[in-house]
């Protein structure tokens, strides 16, 4: 009657639960960042920290595709939008994600821009070939993993000759914002947390590999595990990070060898490859310009390229002011510590990109853990 | 009360396979008696809707009267499992029911769009005229209109239903204290799966079919059994979570679910995987939550499991007292976790 899965197995769990306890040094305090969203959310849709002891902290790392696109990108998008000739489409998220002066796809849309929320880049392609009047564009946003479905569909425009399909291209790339995220302390040693080590992403990692990760411990002397989305591999990854600190080890390790391997999809890497190249810099909300961290389309398609087919202009950006997601996004605040949690901001009403996403801090906070954030709250208030 | 059902009265069903409602089928002519005689007085067929009124007379019963009315605008109109009709007839019983009542009687307002087919509105009143016997409860009266095409979607469906509750019961959010045990009568998210698995643009294929069924009856047992019962509900829109988030909003109790106690069926667990949906947002058709006092709710669990549609019937938590307001869940892992009403729509994950 009972549905359990293999890899949410209580006892399992239990028993993951009891080596870690029995392995984590009371004496030390153990700060693992969890790059991934997809893993921000397993950990809080599974309670899987009332399972680790209290020294064993999770940091949630700005892996979340939706929470760092920054507003002046957003803002763009909806400039684009909002040309009549256009049609744009996006993944749903996106479309509730707070602009500038608290726009955002949707109220454009409802102010009569045609935007459509897709399932798949291949959605979009179906749409610019029943339109052919009309200007179709793809907000492409995402990690490795979202990159070779807006290849792929690039490929196929300029096989078929659609000639009226571009993307704009918000792609970023994983190992650099780790990079970045750990060159932090040298920058401002006030804005940053002490990380002894990282969950690996688990789809991102199945596209690249493994061995992308590997500077972080040849470099940084930090512990990596690849690990996967199910709530036990989580746990067991983070038993592996332990292992990893108590010895003094630095290795990269892969926890979800069901899946990733070493070299990744090179099949996939070769077609993102041909189609996009590295921008020399980039700007992530919450980490600011972070070199090498994005893609664009190469000049081979700059058909493709919505960026390149129309001008859009300079503007001036403003986030809310008192939204803390891009501290959030680095890690250095919980959503706790923004005053608008759970007061002017919530999923029905979003502030900020963070509480949008269910892959988002703040989205998992509210959604999963607000009975015992909000106590907090009112606590940290009356000291 | 005592002759219920009419044989059949030989009326005339002369539409032809591919006929459709026009304006005329509601301009209150021959055309719309025609129609309402042979479609919906041919399937409903009954004494009280016999009595070819605009109301429906019936004697005072003993007890409280309750009320309820639903309007019914699902697409797609047919799915593995019932259909537009026998969900309009399903959804009102269930909603009398869960005030602790036993319903007497249905009213039925259609409004239909120009252009749809008879034999489909024929296939649907058939549905509707066996959910109803099924059920034991009579279609008393009823309303016809058709609106030009494009200002409906086929077919919509009001029905209103009433019933009668026994004096002894009191049944309500009032009645819930903690400690008391919240038993579901069985596993979550089978119709909306199977709506969603039939859903153009969405089709993938599963044995799945919808709950939909009358609770009446077992209601009435699981109330004889367990006559402390302090609230009975039907987990439809927004799922388990929105009908406990309801619950317990503003209220001095919480609710504490313990996931792993919480039937699903494995298929409708793999969809929701799939398409990145929790089966505690997905809406039921046949399922009832009881809460009860705990030394009944062996009682309540046993009188719902001689019912088919109470088979899988479990225990899956119980109303406490910390933190009031919330509906926590000790999750599959043994972590916890707050259970969040549905919010906005449900998308599937991009990454
Ligand atoms: S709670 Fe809202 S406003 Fe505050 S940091 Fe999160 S997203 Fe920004």
């Known amino acids: ?383 | 009360m005592n002759e219920v059902w009419l044989k059949a009265p030989k009326v005339d069903r002369r539409f032809k396979a591919d006929d459709r409602v026009v304006m005329a089928h509601g301009g209150g002519g021959r055309m719309m008696a025609e129609l309402i005689r042979g479609v919906f007085g041919h399937h409903f067929n009954n004494s009280l809707l016999a009595q070819a009124h605009d109301v429906a007379v019936m004697p005072q019963p003993a007890g409280r009267i309750v009320v309820s009315t639903d309007g019914h605008v699902i697409s797609p109109m047919f799915f593995p499992g019932g259909d537009i009709g026998s969900l309009a007839v399903h959804g009102t019983l269930n909603d009398v029911a869960m005030g602790g009542a036993m319903p007497i009687a249905l009213t039925a307002g259609f409004i239909i769009e120009e252009g749809f087919p008879l034999a489909d509105l024929d296939r649907i009143a058939e549905s509707m005229g066996k959910a109803a016997r099924d059920a034991g409860v009579r279609i008393a009266t009823g309303d016809t209109k058709v609106v030009e095409r494009g200002k409906g979607d086929g077919v919509f469906i009001t029905t209103t239903g009433i019933g009668v509750v026994p004096d002894h019961l009191d049944i309500g959010p009032h009645a819930v204290r903690s400690g008391m045990a919240v038993i579901l009568s069985g596993t979550l998210g089978d119709h909306g799966v199977a709506i969603m698995s039939s859903r153009a643009g969405l089709e993938f294929g599963t044995s799945i079919v919808s709950d939909s069924a009358a609770l009446h009856r077992m209601v009435a047992d699981v109330v004889d059994a367990a006559p402390g019962t302090a609230l009975l509900r039907d987990p439809t829109r927004g799922g388990l979570s929105s009908t406990m988030n309801e619950l317990v909003e503003g209220r001095p109790y919480g609710v504490l679910l313990d996931e792993a106690s919480i039937p699903v069926k494995p298929e409708v667990a793999s969809a929701c995987e799939l398409l990145g949906l929790d089966p505690l947002h997905i809406a039921n058709e046949g399922k009832m939550i009881c809460i009860c006092p705990p030394e009944q709710a062996s009682a309540a669990l046993a009188a719902m499991r001689r019912h088919p549609e109470g088979r899988d019937a479990a225990l899956i938590g119980q109303v406490v007292s910390d933190k009031p307001g919330f509906v926590r869940m000790t999750t599959a892992i043994g972590g916890m976790r707050v259970v969040d009403w549905l919010s906005g729509e449900q998308l599937p994950r991009i990454c």
């Open chain 1, 1 to 383: 009657m009972k549905y359990v899965d293999e890899f949410r197995d209580r006892q399992l769990a239990e028993k993951l639960a009891a080596a870690i306890r029995a392995e984590a040094d009371p004496k030390r305090i153990y700060n693992f960042m969890e790059f991934c969203g997809g893993h921000t959310h397993a950990i809080f849709r599974y309670g899987v920290q009332d399972l680790v002891p209290d020294n064993v902290n999770f940091v949630h790392g700005p892996g979340c595709p939706v929470c760092i696109l920054p507003i002046r990108r957003l803002d763009d998008a909806i400039e684009l939008a909002e040309r009549p000739e256009v049609i744009l489409c996006s993944y749903g998220d996106m479309l509730r994600v707070p602009a500038s002066k608290r726009r955002s796809l949707m109220k454009a849309k409802a102010d009569g821009a045609d935007v459509r929320m897709v399932y798949s880049t291949l959605d979009a392609l179906d749409i610019a070939r029943a339109n052919p009047d009309k200007q179709v564009v793809f907000l492409g946003i995402g990690f490795e993993t979202t990159t070779p479905p807006t290849a792929l569909a690039i490929e196929q425009a300029r096989a078929e000759g659609i000639e009226n399909f571009s993307v704009f291209c918000n792609h970023v790339l994983t190992p650099a914002a780790i990079r970045h995220i750990l060159d932090a302390p040298e920058i401002d040693p006030e804005q940053a947390v002490r990380l002894d080590g990282f969950l690996g992403p688990s789809h991102v990692s199945t596209v690249i590999g493994s061995r992308p990760y590997e500077f972080l411990s040849d470099k940084y002397a930090k512990p990596v595990v690849i690990a996967g989305f199910e709530p036990l591999d989580v746990m067991q990854s983070v038993l592996m990070l332990i292992r990893q600190v108590n010895e003094g080890r630095v290795d990269v390790e892969n926890q979800y060898t069901r899946v990733v391997t070493r070299m990744g999809n090179e099949k996939a890497q070769d077609l993102v490859a041909k189609i996009f190249e590295v921008r020399d810099t980039f700007e992530w909300r919450g980490l600011g310009s972070v070199p090498d961290s994005a893609l664009s389309i190469r000049e081979e398609y700059a058909q493709f390229d919505a960026e390149k087919r129309f001008e859009i202009s300079e503007k001036v950006s403003r986030e809310v002011k008192s939204c803390e997601c891009p501290s959030i996004l680095r890690g250095v605040k919980k959503p706790k510590d923004c005053k608008l949690f759970g007061k002017a901001c919530t999923p029905e009403s979003p502030m900020g990109s963070c509480m949008v996403s269910s892959e988002g801090a703040c989205a998992a906070y509210w959604t999963y853990r607000r009975a015992e954030t909000l106590a907090e709250m009112a606590l940290e208030a009356a000291e």
